[in-house]
Nanobody, 124 residues
Framework: QLQLVESGGGLVQPGGSLRLSCVAS????????LGWFRQAPGKEREGVSC????????NYADSVKGRFTISRDNAKNTVYLQMNKLNAEDTAVYYC?????????????????WGQGTQVTVSS
């Protein structure tokens, strides 16, 4: 059973950066595509980014393109989300999730395994 644990969230000022990590256990991560989702209070869960199992393909929501970068290190069973130029609209709980591929559009229904989430708050 694949288990995912996110970390790296916190409070950051507008314009700042954070790097989220998602560590997998229970089985090897390299068999899975990994996605990052976020959910703000009162809003639907939104797909942010996804990376295929070998890292050969990535996709991003329009709202984060050019600011966020997803990457993975299969040797460390870890996926990262580097977030730059953060703004208040990025405030949310961020989740990583595993699937067999990166669906288009990036919707949560295709993801079978989820972490518990990490809070990101962008505020001055």
């Amino acid at each position: 059973q694949l288990q995912l644990v996110e970390s790296g969230g916190g409070l950051v000022q507008p314009g700042g950066s954070l790097r989220l990590s998602c560590v997998a256990s229970g089985t090897t991560l390299e068999d899975y595509a990994l996605g990052w989702f976020r959910q703000a209070p009162g809003k639907e869960r939104e797909g942010v980014s996804c990376i295929t199992s070998r890292g050969g393909s990535t996709n991003y929501a329009d709202s984060v393109k050019g600011r966020f970068t997803i990457s993975r290190d299969n040797a460390k069973n870890t996926v990262y989300l580097q977030m730059n130029k953060l703004n208040a609209e990025d405030t949310a709980v961020y989740y990583c999730a595993a699937s067999l591929g990166c669906p288009e559009p990036l919707v949560s229904i295709w993801f079978d395994y989820w972490g518990q989430g990490t809070q990101v708050t962008v505020s001055s």
